[in-house]
């Protein structure tokens, strides 16, 4: 089976990759971007998902074409409503008309828990719409789709756009924590291997068409997992709360809004230890400072 992993460069869509090509399938990456976590075997095309033919191109032949690129960052899309309006729902519908074409199996489109909240901006409007689009393109032209909604994902290959790679980046360099909230937002974090793994699972027919939420087992607060860090850390770092601003577009004990979008919620019995996951994530932020340095 050939699969496609477009936004195959970033956190989530290079591990799926990485899962893809491990059970046995056929993997190409789409991005912007070179990966540079490319695996023998597997293709890149550097392109843009608003360029329709280089995505006619790149889909041919493939029978499942997964959906990664786009804005995926909440504060980015607040300040550039319309660059997240071009990538997130005139991109998905791009890819979505050209698997139609292409027969492809099955269309998996990366969204978010936002999507049954009233938080989170103009990314949660986009991820809505692109959702909307997925689903009436099965009801118009019986494309099979899944969508995948996740919660809060960290791990290795992270960047700044990541919140946990931000805490863990500022309690190394500079001995403190400076986080914007109170500390009592709850999340369900997920390590971005185990956030992959289900991301190749759920291929299984069971979950044609279907939504499905791939966040952590236990909610955690956020002052927990920064005292955790701490803890880490020989207690050495200084946390500071300052509360969230009114307007500000993450949520705190729970994205649901009342919203008709039922998901089911799909989770592994084997998984990453939170704490296990925080020492990993410090291991490769102080390697990559230390080899800045040399």
């Known amino acids: 089976m050939k699969t496609i992993v477009f936004g195959g460069s970033g956190l989530i869509g290079s591990y799926l990759a990485d899962r893809l090509t491990e059970a046995g399938y056929d993997v190409t990456i789409f991005d912007l971007k070179p990966s540079p976590y ?79 909240s009233d938080t989170g901006g103009f990314y949660r409007c986009s991820k809505q719409a692109a959702e909307l689009y997925v689903e009436e393109y099965n009801r118009k032209f019986g494309l099979e789709y899944t969508i995948l909604r996740y919660g809060t994902v960290y791990g290795p290959r992270a960047d700044s756009r990541n919140s946990i790679y931000r805490y863990l980046k500022q309690a190394l360099d500079e001995g403190k924590i400076d986080c914007g909230g109170t500390g009592d937002e709850t999340r369900e974090y997920i390590h971005v291997r185990d956030a992959a793994q289900l991301s190749v699972d759920i291929l299984a027919d069971k979950y044609r ?54 998901g089911r919620k799909l989770v592994t019995h084997e998984y990453v230890d939170m704490g296990q996951g925080l020492l990993e994530c410090i291991s490769e932020i102080y390697d990559q400072d230390m080899n800045r340095e040399q």
Do not use: W
């Open 209 to 262: 068409n279907k939504q499905v939420i791939i966040t952590g087992h236990h909610p955690m607060r956020l002052r927990d997992m920064l005292y955790t860090i701490r803890e880490i850390l020989s207690n050495r770092i200084e946390i500071n709360f300052e509360a969230s601003k009114s307007d500000t577009p993450h949520y705190n004990i729970t994205p649901y809004s009342f919203v008709p979008k039922i």
């Open 38 to 116: 490319l695996l023998p075997g597997q293709e890149i095309i550097i392109g843009d998902i608003l360029d329709k033919k280089a995505v006619s191109d790149a889909v041919k032949g493939c029978d499942y074409i997964y959906n990664f690129a786009g804005m995926a960052d909440l504060d980015a899309a607040t300040t550039e409503p319309l660059r997240t309006i071009e990538q997130n729902i005139m991109g998905t519908a791009i890819l979505l008309e050209t698997t139609l074409r292409s027969r492809a199996k099955r269309f998996i489109q990366a969204s978010t828990i936002y999507v049954y």
